[in-house]
């Protein structure tokens, strides 16, 4: 069993006097195509990590859920039975409560568990971690409360969670990927239909996350003011074209027509959105070729590369910091891709690298952001990985591997 299973036992005994009858883990995930494209219903390309949210639970035997944070060292408690709000204490708890609340909802008749948790997904890194946490309380409420709902409809709920309770108002792509990852494999996943179909990697490319180490604050009103702009890039262009829902129904041949008619700004953020479900099918579809890998794996690459530099100059959610880490990236040898992942304006970058590259790769780019920003960034290379599994305790834990 390995360590961190038998120490989130021993606190679970330690804390609360109980042994686990469940081991818990949901992954963080990395974003390898289409930014900003969830909420304008439109196709993402995210991988499941294997580094996740892990928790040891038991039954509370009651309708008491009572968590325990092994890396904040806080706990904090609830009544499954009485009106649940937000903990400002123990904001790290909203997640589970967050979940609770829409399963209940729902219309789910939920047990109460105890659970000791810690994970390993940087937090505010862009990583997701949020989400993990939301889907591994799903995934415990699974197995404490045996429900029937299938794992997309635990994705939307525990996306509601998030934007309803908790207050931020993201789209799908973080909690679905959590919950239906596949080992070795990307995940297209259509964010209007929910549709999704595994992609496979190649063995000899590498993905490698670089972390700029800024954190903002202002993430969440930029990401509004985002989302508004598409809204209102929708609005303005239904007037030409009345049967459009989301900027998903756009073509890059609409925005040619009718694009000089939006305000500048508008345009561009459409611009980047419209384009950037193309590169995803256009990436997907190189990959799925399967004839001659390396020209496949080059062109989603590229569109890495485009995607980034959209980012940058369209949707202007990168930073400098991040800017530096893709301009450095691509300089390297063996680098078929690299761009700025998640919501932006800090965290991480993802770098698709050969795999005979990435021993040299990863202390050149350290070493160039070192040089231009005055610190090495953390960064490790992960592996696609299976999504959200809980496991009698009994047995070894749930593998992401
Ligand atoms: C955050 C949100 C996601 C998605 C990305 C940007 O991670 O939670 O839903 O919108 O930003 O692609």
Partial sequence: MPDIWQTLSAHLRATWGREPTFFV??????NLLGEHTD??????????????????????????????SLDL?????????????????????????GVATMLLDAGAVLA????????????????????????????????????????????????RAESEFVGVNCGIMDQFISLLGRRDHALLIDCRSLDYRQVPLPGD??????????????????????????????????QHLPHIQALRDVTPADLARYGSELPPVVRRRCRHVVLEDQRVLDGVAALERGDGVADDVAVLGAALNASHVSLRDDYEVSCPELDVLAEAAWQQPGCLGARMTGAGFGGCTVNLVRADAVDAFVPAVQAAYQVQVG???????????????????????????
Avoid: H, K
């Fill in 375 to 401: 610190r090495v960034p953390p960064a490790f290379v992960c592996q696609a990985a299976d999504g959200a599994r809980a496991t009698p305790a009994n047995g070894t834990g749930p593998n992401l591997l």
């Fill in 205 to 238: 490319v590498r993905v490698v996350v670089i972390d700029s180490g800024v954190r903002r604050e202002l993430v969440s009103s930029a990401y509004n003011e985002r989302r508004a702009q598409c809204q209102e890039g929708v609005r303005r262009l239904r």
């Fill in 39 to 68: 909420y304008n219903d439109g196709f993402v390309l995210p991988i499941a990590i294997d580094r996740a949210m892990r928790l040891a639970i038991a039954p509370s035997g009651d309708a008491r859920v009572r968590l325990a």
């Fill in 112 to 159: 109460g568990f105890d659970a000791v948790l810690s994970g390993d997904v940087p937090i505010g890194a862009g990583l997701s971690s949020s989400a993990a946490l939301e889907v591994a309380a799903a995934r415990a409420f699974q197995a404490m409360s045996a429900l029937q709902f299938d794992d997309v409809t635990l994705a939307r709920l525990c996306q």
């Fill in 25 to 30: 883990q949901a992954p963080g995930r990395v």
């Fill in 73 to 97: 060292g806080q706990a904090s408690e609830f009544d499954l039975a009485q009106p649940i709000a937000r903990d400002p204490a123990a904001p790290w708890s909203d997640y589970v409560r």
